[in-house]
């Protein structure tokens, strides 16, 4: 079929090539033969100075559909027949399997929150730090290293708690039961992710303690910016000591779930392969325990 239009309008453009040219002789003819009939053939030749100026159109536009019909292959121009659609994604170019940048590696961080503060007295993650509260100032630092997505596991009571994590950005989990301890908060965080996300394989997550607000964004940026493999936990280092977060790979966190009642993540980092990446001491962000370790932090007087 594609060869047949493209015969047919090839000799359509001679055809019509021929007909001009006729009629430009016969033209030239009478002009010689008598100067009776010169205004009248100025006139003829106008007209057909026109009608050239349209074969000439007309032939451009045969040769643009011609060469439009050669831009679909042979063997696709039954299916552009019957499905439309698909012959209009055959024009467009498509990208080879291996062009672009890889997908990126995504990265989430489980934070147990579900503690009484028993030590502190008072809800130790809702006190004041600066200009904000203690948990409002580690949702901050752990958006501001680029975690797709942070999620904090809180006792089902804890209202204030979770009004709070929710208003500064984070997924607030509050299971059916409290849990018992922080293994327990950290498998309850999992698996949100696992339904809400579905990680893959080479995905990575974050355990971090929530009572952290001096954790600092570029800490856990250099930690993102490791290259690990996919059973290899990255683990920071601050003056030769270990510290926090630890990063593990997703294909990993189903070990947390397989550990004993009397197991922790040391467990785990004991027996698995781990890549340590050092940092200077003063970057180590401490915990608060008690109301001494939050003034003493604070910069005020115990």
């Known amino acids: 079929m594609l060869e047949f239009c493209q015969r047919t309008a ?8 021929r007909r001009v040219m006729l009629a430009v002789i016969a033209k030239q003819r009478r002009d010689f033969d008598s ?9 003829v030749s106008r007209r057909y100075k026109f009608r050239e100026d349209l074969v000439y159109i007309f032939c451009g536009l045969i040769q643009h559909a011609s060469f439009s019909l050669t831009s679909v292959p042979k063997n696709d121009m039954s299916n552009s027949r019957s499905n439309p659609e698909k012959a209009a994604d055959d024009l467009t170019p498509t990208a080879k399997p291996n062009d672009g940048p890889k997908p990126a590696r995504r990265c989430f961080v489980v934070i147990p929150a579900a503690g009484f503060s028993r030590r502190m007295g008072q809800p130790k993650l809702l006190m004041r730090w600066k200009s904000k509260t203690i948990i409002e100032h580690v949702i901050a630092a752990w958006q501001a290293a680029g975690v797709e997505r942070v999620v904090i596991v809180v006792r089902q009571s804890d209202c204030a708690l979770a009004e709070c994590a929710l208003a500064a950005g984070a997924r607030v989990v509050q299971p059916d039961s409290d849990p018992v301890d922080m293994k327990a908060s950290l498998i309850v965080g999992l698996q949100y992710l696992e339904a809400n996300v579905s990680p893959l394989p080479a995905d990575r997550c974050f355990f971090a303690p929530a009572d952290l607000p001096e954790i600092h964004a570029s800490v856990i ?15 920071p280092y601050f003056g030769g000591r270990r510290g926090h977060p630890v990063l593990f790979p997703w294909r990993l966190t189903t070990a947390l779930q397989a550990l004993a009642a009397d197991e922790g993540l040391d467990r785990i980092l004991s027996t698995r392969p781990h890549k340590p990446v ?16 939050y003034r003493r932090l604070l910069g005020t007087n115990p």
């Open 10 to 17: 090839d000799r359509a453009g001679r055809q019509a090539y």
């Open 35 to 43: 100067n009776h009939f010169r205004q009248k053939t100025s006139v």
């Open 221 to 235: 940026g250099d930690l993102l910016a490791v290259s690990s493999g996919l059973d290899e936990i990255v683990v």
């Open 278 to 293: 050092h940092f200077d001491s003063n970057l180590r962000a401490k915990d608060i325990d008690n109301l001494y370790d």
